[in-house]
């Protein structure tokens, strides 16, 4: 069956410029994840969404970064006035989240590169 | 100090060797130990889960958890050059694993593997 998907696969973006990625998580999956992977990182957790709860958003690095998510299917981050630390590969994962199992999906990541 | 810790290699390892790849954590809340695998330019798959200390074996994997000594171990055995990717480590505190509640999850750097035929 289709896992997840994320679009684009490559952004190069000027600094300063806005950009949307977006992830579409597996059917049925309620739980979705956000994470950043700077080059010779781990994952950075960025934000959490679980059904119709409020997002836990605690990993955010900066106001600058938000996340909008649509009922149980299409989530996109924004990052406003990017910067280039804002260079990386950004993970979006999902799971059957609560009453189902926790283990995370991942889609094959955004990889963005700030000029 | 980071709440876990991980070689980043790379390792190097002809075909056939054992294989054993390590974190070290420091918060002892940590109950549910992950390792997942990342092949290049994918994301991560979950390899094993082990909840609390004691080992757990898959096929050619087995991991290994010490909650005393706050270190965990994935070994491969007969290493193939499929296996070749990175390594990463993962922990957590919270929720049950296959119930309700959320788990919020920490990751290690990763450690890179070549397996060499």
């Known amino acids: 069956g289709a896992g997840v998907s994320q679009s684009p696969s490559n952004k190069v973006t000027e600094k300063g410029k806005d950009v949307e990625l977006r992830c579409d998580p597996i059917s049925g999956h309620t739980a979705l994840y956000w994470y950043r992977q700077r080059l010779g990182q781990g994952l950075e957790f960025l934000i959490y969404f679980q059904g119709n709860s409020a997002p836990d958003k605690s990993g955010l690095p900066s106001d600058r970064f938000s996340a909008e998510r649509t009922g149980e299917s299409v989530s996109t981050l924004t990052i406003q006035r990017t910067q280039q630390e804002d260079s990386a590969v950004y993970l979006c994962a999902s799971s059957l989240g609560q009453g189902g199992g926790y283990e995370q999906y991942f889609g094959p990541g955004t990889r963005l590169t700030v000029t | 100090q980071k709440e876990v810790e991980q070689d980043p290699g790379p390792l190097s390892v002809p075909e056939g060797a054992i294989v054993s790849l390590n974190c070290t954590y420091s918060n002892s809340a940590f109950q549910y130990f992950m390792w997942y695998r990342q092949y290049s330019r994918k994301g991560p798959e979950l390899l094993m889960y082990?909840?609390s200390s004691g080992n757990k074996e898959d096929g050619r994997f087995t991991a290994q958890v010490d909650k005393s000594s706050k270190y965990i171990s994935l070994f491969i055995r007969d290493s193939q050059p499929s296996d070749s990717a990175t390594y990463l480590c993962a922990m957590s505190s919270g929720g049950v694993w296959g119930s309700g509640g959320y788990q919020k999850v920490t990751f290690g750097t990763g450690t890179k593997l070549q397996v060499i035929p």
């Open positions: 082990t909840y």
